[in-house]
């Protein structure tokens, strides 16, 4: 079993519309988490942190299950410029390295 | 302007030869990471850093190799070894103070192809 398992997609949604990802990762004693962005042949931007208590900026929300061991990421209102691959990222505890370890991502493509 | 410096951009080079990725960052982080990214597929992790003068190996080291003699500088080599390199290399680097599994941040990458 992968470490972190995403859909890698792509999905496709018209402008305006909500989508959520899930992300799920294997390691019950993980303690950091992250979504990243990435646009086609470019470098993974931080988007956000995703917190016990779940957290919010802006048209995003992230929530993490620790009993189910999942995170998700919700879009509302999508954008054209939303229209990228999105990256979940679990510290790798497990595998005893002190670094993090990021899923396949999930391509989003946002159409008009 | 702080932030990470990965050079060249575009990297070609001969099967058989060494070549070395620069990367630095002014932003007086603790730990630097190197990364593989293939057409399609996630983030490798090849090494990282901690703190000068020491480093480990990630999950595909094999035909890699790394320094960290000055704390803003964490340069790749990529040997003759490396059987299949042609890739997107990033590099990243995190405060790793108080938590030490902070977020990263990227430079913007280099992709190498070998000829």
Redesign the interface.
């Known amino acids: 079993r992968k470490e972190v398992e995403q859909d890698p997609g792509p999905f496709n949604v018209p402008e305006g519309a909500t989508v959520a990802f899930n992300c799920t990762y294997s390691n019950s004693a993980s303690q950091s988490f992250f979504w990243y962005r990435q646009d086609c042949r470019k470098e993974p931007k931080l988007l956000m942190s995703v917190y016990s208590s779940g957290n919010e900026d802006g048209r995003f929300t992230a929530q993490l299950n620790r009993a189910s061991q999942y995170i998700s990421l919700l879009i509302r209102d999508s954008k054209l410029s939303d229209s990228a691959t999105y990256l979940c990222v679990v510290n790798g505890w497990e595998t005893g390295r002190r670094a993090l370890t990021f899923g396949s991502g999930t391509r989003l493509q946002v159409q008009p | 302007d702080g932030g990470i410096t990965q050079s060249p951009k575009y990297l070609f080079r001969k099967e058989g030869q060494n070549v070395t990725l620069s990367c630095e960052q002014n932003l007086n982080h603790d730990?630097m990471?190197w990364?593989r990214q293939d057409p399609g597929?996630?983030?490798r992790?090849i090494y990282?850093s901690?703190i000068v003068n020491d480093f480990?190996k990630?999950?595909i080291a094999e035909g890699y190799s790394v320094s960290r003699e000055k704390k803003e500088s964490f340069p790749l080599t990529v040997t003759s070894a490396q059987k299949n390199p042609t890739a997107?290399y990033?590099c990243a680097s995190s405060p790793f103070r108080e938590?030490?599994?902070?977020?990263?941040?990227?430079?913007?990458?280099t992709r190498l192809t070998v000829l």
Not at chain 2, 99 to 109: A, L, R
């Open positions: 730990a990471y990364y597929q996630g983030l992790l990282y901690q480990q990630g999950d997107f990033l938590k030490p599994y902070n977020e990263q941040f990227f430079g913007p990458g």
